[in-house]
Nanobody, 124 residues
């Protein structure tokens, strides 16, 4: 059974940084697609960044240059380093994984496995 557990959220002022972690069990991270998503209050869930099984990375335009996705296969952990945070980054952040040949499509269509989320609040 695949399980994901996020941590690292909190409250920061604009311009600050946070590092989110997502510990994954039941998956070999070297073979799956992984990503970070968020849902802001009153808004729909959106993709923040993802990493496919070949290691290719993609970011949403809104976070490009400020957020960095990475993973540590040995620790089975996915990270999201968030720098220069803005109030509009306030949201519940979720990690997700998907396996298989079309894992990136599954991930981006929200058909992966999800964690419970960690809350990020950025004040101005």
């Amino acid at each position: 059974q695949v399980q994901l557990e996020e941590s690292g959220g909190g409250s920061v002022q604009a311009g600050g940084s946070l590092r989110l972690s997502c510990v994954v069990s039941g998956h070999d991270l070297s073979t799956v697609c992984m990503g970070w998503f968020r849902r802001a209050p009153g808004k729909e869930r959106e993709r923040v960044a993802d990493l496919d099984s070949d290691g290719e990375i993609a970011y949403a335009d809104s976070v490009k240059g400020r957020f960095t996705i990475s993973k540590d296969d040995a620790k089975n952990t996915l990270y999201l380093q968030m720098d220069n945070l803005k109030p509009e980054d306030t949201a519940m952040y979720f990690c997700s994984t998907a396996a298989g040949t079309w894992c990136l499509g599954a991930l981006r269509s929200f058909h992966g496995t999800w964690g419970q989320g960690t809350e990020v609040t950025v004040s101005s």
